[in-house]
């Protein structure tokens, strides 16, 4: 038999032996990469048994952000940006239904949205957000609860506000000479107050006592730090400190346990999990995992259930 001959007789075996290894090689080379969705959903997470329930679904590209339960459980608060192209506004939701109405507020100037995260009041009259100016300016509002009344209490570059357990003081974060500080204010009469002075500081969360402010310190150019501030004393004690990026507290209501957001868990997109945490910074217990990123976490009055913002890892 010719060269030839085996030369051609050899090539369709040969092809037919590499063919899947070529194949294989071209779905390694073109398998998409892990990346967070373009759209974000409303989570409930049973404390106990860590079970999410999706309680606003994906639609689109819709962006959620800002949870805030009413203190009776039945709704949640929270801002919603319908589209990519749409202004973002207020919104609530019924925590069994699933029903979502838009809550038009009053008295907001031409251009102006909601952003950030939005706090309903203690007694359920009232609810504190962020409203952003075409300009990009932030300033925290206050807004009685069927959309009316609306008025500033923060001052400029103001952001992620809070409600003291009493309703009488609010705190919120605002930006001084390129560093965040948080400041209180009486709810009626009165000026705000800086409660922090050295790192930048954001996201203060008040203990149910009223005697502590949890709240997110920035540890390095990319770290923060979980802390609480004892009003008191002003001691502040860090409780999640690690070289990761720790945001986003907020107090179990029976004040024995924090909740947090963090990218401790590593990954090739940060997601960042839910994690428990004790006041006195014992290790922390996760709570979700990295199928998706969870932020903004709120607990319900009965502390059974956290309502957190979920953004899908696809791919």
């Not at 398998?31 to 969705?37: D, E, G, H, I, N």
């Not at 924090?258 to 590593?266: F, I, K, P, Q």
Request: with cysteine; proline share 8%; net charge positive.
């Amino acid at each position: 038999m010719s060269l030839r001959r085996v030369c051609a007789s050899a090539f369709p075996l040969a092809l037919a032996v590499l063919a899947p290894f070529a194949l294989s090689a071209c779905a390694r080379k073109e398998a998409p990469q892990p990346r967070l969705a373009p759209y974000s959903e409303l989570a409930l997470l049973d404390v106990r048994t860590k079970r999410v329930r999706i309680l606003l679904p994906r639609r689109g590209t819709r962006v959620v952000d800002g949870p805030s339960w009413s203190p009776d459980g039945r709704r949640i608060v929270f801002v919603s940006r319908p589209c990519a192209s749409c202004m973002p506004s207020l919104a609530t939701i019924n925590a069994r239904t699933g029903v979502v109405r838009r809550l038009v507020v009053h008295g907001l100037g031409a251009g102006d949205s909601v952003s950030g995260r939005a706090a309903w009041s203690p007694d359920g009259r009232r609810i504190l957000f962020v409203v952003t100016n075409p300009s990009g300016e932030s300033e925290v509002w206050l807004v009685r609860s069927d959309g009316s009344g609306a008025r500033q209490v923060g001052g400029d570059d103001s952001r992620a506000p809070a409600w003291s357990p009493d309703g009488k003081v609010i705190s919120y974060s605002a930006e001084v000479h390129e560093l965040l500080r948080i400041y209180v204010i009486p709810r009626v009469g009165g000026g705000p107050r800086r409660i922090t002075t050295n790192a930048s500081s954001d996201q203060p969360a008040f203990s149910p006592d009223g005697r502590t402010i949890a709240f997110s310190r920035l540890g390095s150019t990319i770290t923060w730090d979980v802390c609480l501030l004892e009003l008191r004393t002003h001691a502040v004690r860090c409780i999640a400190k690690t070289s990761a990026i720790e945001r986003d507290p907020a107090w179990e209501p029976s004040g024995n346990r924090v909740v947090l957001a963090s990218d401790r868990a590593g990954g090739a997109i940060g997601a960042r999990s839910l994690y428990l945490v004790a006041p006195t910074g014992s290790e922390a217990r996760r709570l979700t995992g990295q199928e998706a990123d969870a932020s903004s976490p709120c607990w319900s009055p009965d502390g059974r259930t956290i309502v957190f913002v979920r953004r899908p890892v696809l791919g």
